[in-house]
Protein backbone atom coordinates (compact mmCIF):
# COMPACT_ATOMS: atom_id res chain seq x y z
CA UNK A 1 0.00 0.00 0.00
CA UNK A 2 1.43 3.14 -0.46
CA UNK A 3 1.41 5.99 2.37
CA UNK A 4 0.41 9.11 0.79
CA UNK A 5 1.38 11.45 3.56
CA UNK A 6 5.11 9.66 3.67
CA UNK A 7 5.40 10.52 -0.15
CA UNK A 8 4.18 14.25 0.42
CA UNK A 9 6.11 14.68 3.67
CA UNK A 10 9.27 13.11 1.30
CA UNK A 11 8.34 15.90 -1.50
CA UNK A 12 7.69 18.97 1.26
CA UNK A 13 4.11 19.15 0.33
CA UNK A 14 1.74 20.35 2.55
CA UNK A 15 -1.43 17.82 1.34
CA UNK A 16 -5.19 17.67 3.39
CA UNK A 17 -6.46 14.45 4.06
CA UNK A 18 -8.98 14.78 1.22
CA UNK A 19 -6.15 15.51 -1.47
CA UNK A 20 -4.26 12.59 0.10
CA UNK A 21 -7.02 10.50 -1.98
CA UNK A 22 -6.68 12.16 -5.15
CA UNK A 23 -2.54 12.16 -5.10
CA UNK A 24 -3.13 8.59 -4.39
CA UNK A 25 -4.66 8.28 -7.35
CA UNK A 26 -2.57 9.94 -9.62
CA UNK A 27 0.66 8.35 -8.20
CA UNK A 28 -1.15 5.26 -9.18
CA UNK A 29 -1.46 5.80 -12.21
CA UNK A 30 2.07 6.92 -12.36
CA UNK A 31 3.47 3.89 -11.44
CA UNK A 32 1.28 2.06 -13.82
CA UNK A 33 2.80 4.23 -16.56
CA UNK A 34 6.40 2.89 -15.21
CA UNK A 35 5.01 -0.29 -15.11
CA UNK A 36 4.29 -0.18 -18.97
CA UNK A 37 7.45 1.20 -19.57
CA UNK A 38 9.24 -1.63 -17.75
CA UNK A 39 7.70 -4.06 -19.63
CA UNK A 40 8.62 -2.73 -22.97
CA UNK A 41 11.60 -4.76 -24.43
CA UNK A 42 14.82 -1.99 -25.36
CA UNK A 43 17.49 -4.95 -25.70
CA UNK A 44 21.18 -4.53 -24.53
CA UNK A 45 22.02 -1.53 -26.49
CA UNK A 46 25.52 -2.76 -27.63
CA UNK A 47 24.66 -1.47 -31.29
CA UNK A 48 25.32 1.82 -29.81
CA UNK A 49 28.73 1.28 -28.16
CA UNK A 50 30.02 0.30 -31.93
CA UNK A 51 31.62 2.79 -33.71
CA UNK A 52 29.36 4.07 -37.19
CA UNK A 53 30.29 2.67 -40.54
CA UNK A 54 31.75 5.12 -42.36
CA UNK A 55 29.65 4.88 -45.47
CA UNK A 56 27.13 6.26 -43.21
CA UNK A 57 28.41 9.56 -42.89
CA UNK A 58 26.99 11.84 -45.19
CA UNK A 59 29.97 13.37 -47.95
CA UNK A 60 31.53 16.49 -47.30
CA UNK A 61 31.27 18.56 -50.25
CA UNK A 62 31.85 22.18 -50.75
CA UNK A 63 28.54 24.30 -51.35
CA UNK A 64 28.22 28.11 -51.93
CA UNK A 65 26.64 29.87 -49.17
CA UNK A 66 23.53 32.31 -49.72
CA UNK A 67 26.28 35.56 -48.97
CA UNK A 68 26.14 38.69 -46.43
CA UNK A 69 23.36 41.03 -49.28
CA UNK A 70 21.02 37.87 -49.98
CA UNK A 71 20.85 36.22 -46.00
CA UNK A 72 20.69 40.27 -44.50
CA UNK A 73 17.00 40.40 -46.92
CA UNK A 74 16.38 37.20 -45.11
CA UNK A 75 16.72 39.02 -41.80
CA UNK A 76 13.47 40.21 -39.54
CA UNK A 77 15.54 42.93 -38.91
CA UNK A 78 19.12 44.50 -39.94
CA UNK A 79 21.63 47.07 -39.19
CA UNK A 80 24.17 48.48 -40.60
CA UNK A 81 24.93 45.21 -42.45
CA UNK A 82 24.25 42.32 -39.21
CA UNK A 83 21.22 41.02 -37.81
CA UNK A 84 19.63 42.35 -35.35
CA UNK A 85 18.82 40.56 -32.25
CA UNK A 86 17.20 41.09 -29.29
CA UNK A 87 19.50 41.60 -26.17
CA UNK A 88 20.25 39.01 -24.09
CA UNK A 89 21.23 39.51 -20.54
Known amino acids: MIDTSKIADLGRLAVTKE???LVKDKFMDVLS???VLQSVEV???DEFLKP???DDLRLDLAH???GQERSLKL???QFK???RVPSVL
Open 75 to 77: APQ
Open 43 to 45: GSG
Open 64 to 66: NSL
Open 33 to 35: AFE
Open 81 to 83: GHF
Open 52 to 54: SKR
Open 19 to 21: EEV
